[in-house]
């Protein structure tokens, strides 16, 4: 059967990968506008495959106006991609198990520790791999965002001026945050943000500050509070086609491999680092305050995070390994840096170099 399997999975590999006798192509999907950080990372990862191949490997990337960022999962199960940026929080039906580390969004204060936890996870994690193997995909890593804060139409200072405030969340552990601290979250498409703010149907937002260039939410926004909200990072940056992965020989995949290991830091620099600089210095020019938040509400908002990830580890041992990992690679990061080629250096040591490619994902 599994012989099967395979003879069949390399047929049709050929629709997603174009091949002659000394160079392979690959169809690749970033699924967002060239302005977000995953198409940074994937011209990132064009450059890699070539390099890492010595030009025998190569990646033409496709535009979200022929696959989006929901539309990823249909793309590469049809053959037409034979690598995506899949957000498994979009479709949590797909992968529950996957997003328990989504669940502990509130331990993120270092985005770097918070991306390569989350690949040692899912590289591990026997029921996300199951999860990725349903649905026909193979997991290469992931990244994370900036630490989220509050962007608001009124001053947060204290505890108590959130009360009553309607917040736009991303998620339940945003919400959860609000709802201890007596504020409304409402959850609404990250794309309304801007309408709900300017209507004065929301109070603020729980989000990255780059929301404020990317939503142009530096136009309505009046206050940002400096309150660490946890990080989003249950991403897979390239997602294979298992066919796709197949098809590649066990040279090919660690060449991809290597490529992607040293493209996934990319994300996390440029969505961490490199646009909140940019969208802070917008800030700045539009004369938005920038709020630092009375010690008692930061020393309130890092005690409930810690007992809401006591609670999750208490509740499910698969959010306990992922804890460990965000404690393992916090450390890492604080020990060698934020440069995401010393990451990915020791990110393939610690995680990928320990890998059976020829099973992995099969």
Not at 19 to 48: I, K, N
């Amino acid at each position: 059967m599994k012989l099967s399997k395979s003879l069949m999975m390399g047929a049709v590999a050929a629709m997603c990968i174009s091949s002659t006798a000394t160079a392979q192509d690959l169809r690749g999907a970033g699924g967002a506008s060239p302005a977000h950080p995953s198409t940074y990372m994937y011209d990132r990862f064009a450059e890699y495959l070539e390099e890492e191949s010595g030009g025998t490997m190569t990646l033409t990337k496709v535009g979200p106006e022929v696959v989006s960022l929901l539309q990823v999962p249909d793309a590469l199960q049809s053959e037409l991609i034979a690598v995506g940026n899949l957000l498994p929080l979009f479709f949590p039906a797909d992968f529950s198990r996957t997003n328990v580390a989504g669940d502990m969004a509130l331990m993120g204060r270092n985005s770097h520790a918070m991306a390569l936890a989350m690949t040692e996870f899912a590289v591990n994690c026997e029921p996300c791999q199951a999860e990725f193997a349903n649905k026909g995909m193979v997991f290469l890593g992931a990244g994370a965002s900036d630490v989220y804060l509050l962007i608001t139409t009124s001053p947060v200072r204290t505890a108590d001026d959130l009360q009553g405030l309607r917040l736009r969340s991303g998620g339940a552990p945003f919400s959860r945050w609000a709802e201890n601290f007596g504020a409304t979250p409402v959850s609404i498409a990250v794309g309304d943000q801007f309408e709900g703010m300017n209507q004065g149907t929301i109070d603020g937002t729980m989000a990255s500050i780059v929301d404020m260039l990317s939503f142009r939410l530096v136009d309505v926004a009046r206050y940002v509070t400096e309150v660490p909200l946890g990080t989003y990072h249950v991403t897979s940056n390239f997602t294979f086609s298992q066919s796709a992965w197949a098809g590649l020989s066990d040279d090919e995949r660690a060449t991809v491999v290597r490529a992607a290991n040293r493209a996934n830091p990319t994300l996390t620099d440029r969505w961490g680092f490199q646009l909140p600089e940019a969208a802070r210095n917008a800030v700045a020019e539009a004369g938005i305050e920038v709020i630092t938040p009375d010690e008692s509400l930061l020393e309130a908002t890092n005690a409930f995070a810690a007992a809401d990830t006591e609670s999750r580890v208490s509740a499910d041992p698969l959010a306990g390994d992922f804890a460990a990992l965000v404690d393992k690679w916090t450390a890492i990061v604080e020990e060698i840096g934020d440069d995401p080629a010393a990451l990915s250096e020791r990110a393939y040591e610690e995680i990928w170099a320990k890998v059976d490619l020829t099973s992995y994902g099969l």
